[in-house]
């Protein structure tokens, strides 16, 4: 085959014929009642991304500017980078026992095992 033409290949599915799209996957979903950070039952969660640990928390019930605060407060205090996303707050590296200690003053409840 010489280099620079493109494959024409046509495999002949239809959907018609049995075949169905893969549906994405459920996400779950949060009420966007705003809760005082005593009534919130956070847990955590650990996730590899590119080769780095990710630490997320949540689900937070808060409007966005004072989860944006609080994002800010816990970045500064902890000196790393995050972010706000559908609920939950990503944290760059394995933070747990710092952002445990940091919300727990700011008066946030944890679910019990977390």
Known sequence: MARGKKLDIFIGADIE????EVASAKKQKYSNEIL???????????????GKTVTLVGPFSLSKEDANKILKLLKKRIGCGGTYKEHFMEFQGELKEKLRAILSTEGFGFKQGH
């Not at 014929?17 to 169905?20: P, R």
């Open 17 to 20: 014929d049995g075949w169905a």
């Open 36 to 50: 005082e950070p005593q009534k919130h039952r956070l847990h955590f969660a650990k996730e590899k991304r590119r």
